[in-house]
């Protein structure tokens, strides 16, 4: 099978992460065209298309920036990270109950994704589901008590991923807040999945306001 490293294009797509990563959103999304441009495989590849909904999101188009992620999805279906990854971009679209349909398919694949726990959690508590939210907070904590006591630590780059998810607004108690900061820099060390919700974010994609 091709690697994606040797797929004409290769180099517009690293392109256009560097671009991404600089914030230059107009450039980037015209790096990834380009790489679909040299070779329609691409569209064969789920953190190639993650990239790209990124990237088109940001450009103000987040009905197909969606559909990448569906396409995204359809290639992986068995992944947690990416339902977490479209609940987390419906969330930015203040659509709620697409947000917890997805982020419950997450935690169905990985229940112990501390991140989409806490992420359900403050989307349950808007929508006054109180009791509900308390058990996902208390289940992040859980998760997170794991990590410390397994000496799992933030990686470098969790303080770009700590000032995005900050604009996750939550009326919880201010410790409930604290423990979600908390397991936000510790939990995605713990799978593959939740390394890649770091790149997600760091990427610059966050919340609406």
């Known amino acids: ?12 797509v690293q392109k256009g992460r560097s671009q991404a990563e600089s914030g230059e959103w107009k450039l980037a999304l ?12 691409w569209n064969n590849d789920p953190d190639f298309l993650n990239d790209l909904a990124v990237a088109t999101f ?5 009905q197909l920036a969606l559909k990448h992620l569906d396409d995204a999805i359809l290639l992986q279906p068995d992944y947690g990270y990416r339902y977490a990854a479209r609940g987390w971009m ?7 109950n697409g ?19 806490n992420n359900l959690g403050i989307l349950e508590e808007q929508l006054g589901r109180i009791q509900s939210a308390k058990e996902r907070f208390a289940i992040a904590d859980e998760l997170d008590q794991v990590l410390r006591e397994t000496n799992i630590s933030a ?18 108690p201010q410790n409930t807040s604290s423990n979600a900061r908390r397991e936000i820099m ?8 939740r390394k890649e919700f770091i790149a997600f974010l760091r990427n610059g994609f966050k919340l609406n306001d």
């Open 58 to 62: 940001h450009n103000g188009n987040s």
């Open 186 to 193: 510790q939990a995605l060390l713990t799978s593959k999945g």
């Open 155 to 172: 990686s470098e780059e969790n303080p770009v991923l700590t000032k995005n998810a900050s604009t996750a607004k939550s009326s919880a």
């Open 99 to 117: 947000a917890i349909q997805d982020y419950e398919k997450a935690l169905e694949l990985d229940p112990q994704d501390a991140i989409t726990q």
């Open 30 to 41: 015209q790096s990834y065209q380009e790489a679909l441009l040299a070779s329609s495989e």
């Open 1 to 12: 099978m091709q690697s994606f490293d040797e797929i004409p294009g290769s180099s517009e």
């Open 90 to 96: 419906k969330q930015a679209a203040k659509d709620t």
